[in-house]
């Protein structure tokens, strides 16, 4: 019996020693200098939580979207689809962009200008770390009506108020980006422009909230010497890592200590069937 249970033992141990493949030769070859840095935290799944194309712009509102037009003086028009006529889309359809005009206030309706102020507001997103906002734009090729673009986050609450028509931005009191500030002619885009916003322009690191893009024009309208067309394609919005860093990593049994467990459990089911042998005998 003692016999029997050593060589049960030792082979317990030469089982738990090869479970382990030997770590090989890791080093590299030819001269080099060892690198003392230490590796960065492997990182949380980041997810984009929106990637819209706006191939048909009906369907915004049932995504979560709003689409507001909150100018001094709301004219004929709203955000709409793409006008292949006046220039095609970034990506997809020749149609598939979302655009906006100076038709989006008629300066109160006695031939003055006025405030251009249209909303195109996010679904929710759940901010974190490395949240991003990218997207693309553009106006009129030789444009001389200079148009403008802001880019502004609501950090938290419900996000529905875009303040006093023209000028106000309501509960949207970040701003991210502003294209084209100085309404200067020429100072938007005339080809698909990508824009990137993150952390580091003023998106939050915790907590729900919007993005929204207003196009935002004074002196606009037909009568205004501001404000022509503008489009919005490929959004793409990355909400971050969520939470707080990577669990610690776990150390893995030593050898020795696998080969304990593995005789220990061998040792008890030998005593399991003697037991079993003496109370039948």
Known sequence: MKKLTLAVA??????????????GDPSARGAFSPDPSTPQPNPAPRAIVVDEGFDDITTLPGAGW???????????????QGNDTVFAAFDGATTAYIGANFNGTDGGGDGASGILSEWLVSPP???GTGASVSFYTRTVTGSTFPDRLQVRVCPSGACADFGAAGEGTGDFTGLALDINSTEAGGGYPETWTQFTVTNADGLPTSGTGRVAFRYYVHNAGPAGANSNYIGIDRVAIESGVQGGPPPAARELPSLGTIAMIGMGGLLALLGFGALRRRRSS
């Open 125 to 127: 997103i759940n901010f």
């Open 66 to 80: 709003t689409l507001q037009n909150n100018s001094a003086g709301v004219g004929t028009s709203d955000w709409f």
């Open 10 to 23: 030792a082979a317990a141990m030469f089982c738990a020693a090869g479970a382990i493949a030997a770590p």
